[in-house]
């Protein structure tokens, strides 16, 4: 279930992705391609991407994982890294995340099943590299108790 702490950590996580994100483009550019010659830092830069991504999926409720609403372009198909405008993208949608949490809590209506915060949810998710959606939902796989 969605709450105002989880959607502040999701933005957190957005903002610290930004942050990887430009340095990345900053040190080796828009269009550059991860091969097993890439600079250590490059690599890092990318594990380090990669992670944050991975962060906020497992904030991100079962539901929108398993349903991403991909909005924008399958940025993963063209680039290693997603471009800013992006990540700026994603920064939009978890700062709608949080105010429509807050304004539910506010309210005092919840958030279980409503259906603007899990559009929002699978939004973001929408933005994830499929690989971070896949763990999560591996995770969860795993931790769910097996029917006999």
Do not use: C
């Not at 971070?132 to 591996?138: D, H, I, P, V």
């Amino acid at each position: 279930m969605m709450n105002i702490q989880t959607a502040k950590k999701i933005h957190k996580r957005v903002a610290q992705l930004a942050e990887t994100a430009t340095i990345f483009y900053a040190k080796f550019g828009a269009n550059y391609q991860m091969t097993e010659d890439s600079p250590a830092r490059a690599w890092e830069l990318y594990k380090d991407f990669m992670t944050r991504q991975a962060q906020i999926a497992s904030l991100l409720s079962n539901r929108a994982i398993a349903n991403p609403y991909v909005r924008w372009e399958r940025w993963w198909e063209n680039r290693d890294v997603m471009n800013i405008a992006l990540v700026n993208e994603m920064g939009t949608e978890a700062l709608r995340l949080v105010e429509r949490v807050s304004y539910l809590h506010a309210t005092n209506q919840p958030t279980v099943n409503e259906l603007s915060i899990e559009a929002l949810e699978q939004s973001i998710a929408g933005l994830l590299h499929p690989i971070t959606r896949q763990q999560k939902l591996a995770h969860h796989d795993h931790e769910m108790p097996k029917a006999i």
